[in-house]
């Protein structure tokens, strides 16, 4: 009798406290953006959208944060940065730590030319000059050819637009990936790149935690009906209403805690490092899209344990490569300075696997290890601490090279 007289006194309160909750919910709701043009200029920034085109056809969107003149709004050649994000992300990720500590403002607070590229497939990246994304050939690449296609073209475009003749270059987990394998297949662009900065790039994945490769790696790893019907399949449906719809959900049902379970099989059980505040929006922007067939290529260096192109299977292969075995990446011809960070806690990234692909590179210039415990893969992006640690340390890296007095 006590307890429901009580209950019943409560329950306008309780509905009061509901209805708050809503509101703010809402509230939240529309500052949630998924875009990036319209990210930077929310954050006070101007923005240029570039188009440029592969020699494979696809249709890729970069976005750049120029340095202009105060007087004349004219655009300054000044050092160029070059972003790029990791698996099934996009430019976004470098803008996602908030207005004050983000990346790419703080690259562009620092004084250079920052570019944020997209490989294709990811949202901003889903047109081909000849293929229709209906089509299953649209979706029959691995970041292989994000690697071989894709950066050429993005770097050869920004080279000529911004009229530098180096950049340097910061990539994420696949950025990583897709650096190494540009440098291994055409060399000559170690030349343009004055640094690098991988976090937490994939290489070598035999060691890594991830339950998603253990469960399915031996599946998707090896050549087989399914891996071969997957071949041309495209990962998450990545339109608008999508999107909307997982970052409604999120809010609307779900605390950010509860929410973030959705990206435990793919980033770990550990996220108490993770930005709670930049969670909805986090989740709003990730994933981006890609094809089903660029984490088959990791799979199969799960299976193989080794860092090499895609395996087609014998007879293919003989026709891809004149080799029965897919040939390795020649990780000896990346001679660019590179920094590494990784963390010790990585659930996608194992240390083993790190040190693996550092006594195969030629010119290491540092390896950091994150100092804190349980540090994860998305923190590289939204961690507390990252900018302190990690962010202002690129910075203070590419200022060196540029010899300017900090
Ligand atoms: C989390 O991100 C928000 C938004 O950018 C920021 O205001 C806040 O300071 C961050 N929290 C911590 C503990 O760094
Ligand atoms: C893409 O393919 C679909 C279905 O095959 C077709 O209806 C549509 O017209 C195509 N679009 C373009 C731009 O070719
Ligand atoms: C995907 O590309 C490979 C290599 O070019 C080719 O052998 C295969 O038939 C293609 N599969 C689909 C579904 O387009
Ligand atoms: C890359 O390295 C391999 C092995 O060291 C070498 O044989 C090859 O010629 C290099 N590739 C290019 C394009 O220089």
């Avoid at 509230?27 to 990036?36: G, K, L, V, Y």
Wanted: glycine residues 6%; charged residues 20%.
């Amino acid at each position: 009798m006590m307890i429901s007289l009580r209950l019943h006194l409560r329950l306008p309160l309780l509905l009061y406290a509901v209805l708050q909750v809503a509101a703010t919910v809402r509230q939240s709701r529309e500052i949630i953006i998924t875009d990036a043009v319209r990210r930077i200029q929310q954050d006070g920034y101007n923005v240029e959208r570039h188009v440029v085109t592969t020699k494979d056809g696809y249709v890729l969107t970069l976005h750049r944060i120029p340095q202009l003149h105060d007087l004349f709004g004219t655009v300054l050649r000044r050092p160029v940065a070059f972003l790029l994000s990791g698996l099934y992300a996009s430019s976004d990720v470098w803008l996602l730590n908030g207005r004050e500590d983000s990346l790419a403002y703080l690259l562009w607070n620092a004084g250079y030319d920052v570019w944020l590229g997209n490989n294709r497939g990811n949202i901003y990246c889903r047109n081909n000059v000849w293929l229709n994304t209906t089509e299953r050939e649209f979706w029959n690449f691995s970041w292989h050819e994000m690697s071989v296609y894709d950066m050429p073209a993005q770097i050869d475009y920004i080279l000529r637009t911004s009229g530098a003749t180096q950049m340097h270059f910061v990539g994420i987990s696949q950025g990583g990936t897709v650096f190494l394998v540009l440098n291994s297949m055409l060399p000559q662009y170690n030349a343009v790149f004055k640094t690098a900065t991988l976090l937490a790039p994939v290489a070598y994945v035999s060691n890594t935690k991830s339950g998603l490769a253990k469960i399915i790696g031996p599946i998707l790893g090896t050549r087989n009906y399914v891996s071969k019907m997957l071949e041309g399949v495209e990962m998450f449906s990545t339109n608008k209403f999508f999107k909307k719809f997982l970052s409604m959900t999120c809010l609307e049902n779900e605390k950010p805690l509860v929410c973030i379970t959705r990206l435990w099989p793919v980033v770990g059980y550990d996220t108490r490092f993770l930005n709670k505040t930049l969670l909805p929006d986090l989740m709003a922007n990730f994933p981006a899209g890609g094809s089903v067939k660029q984490l088959m290529h990791y799979f199969q260096g799960y299976v193989s344990t080794k860092f090499r192109q895609y395996d087609y299977g014998p007879e293919r292969n003989w026709l891809h490569y004149q080799q029965l075995e897919p040939p390795e990446y020649a990780l000896e011809n990346v001679t660019t300075p590179v920094t590494i960070f990784f963390s010790e806690n990585d659930y996608i990234v194992a240390p083993a696997d790190i040190w693996r692909l550092v006594m195969r590179l030629r010119n290491v210039e540092a390896v950091y290890r994150v100092p804190w415990k349980r540090w994860n893969h998305f923190d590289f992006i939204c961690g507390l601490g990252v900018r302190e640690y990690i962010f202002d340390n690129i910075v203070r890296t590419m200022n060196r090279y540029e010899q300017r007095p900090r």
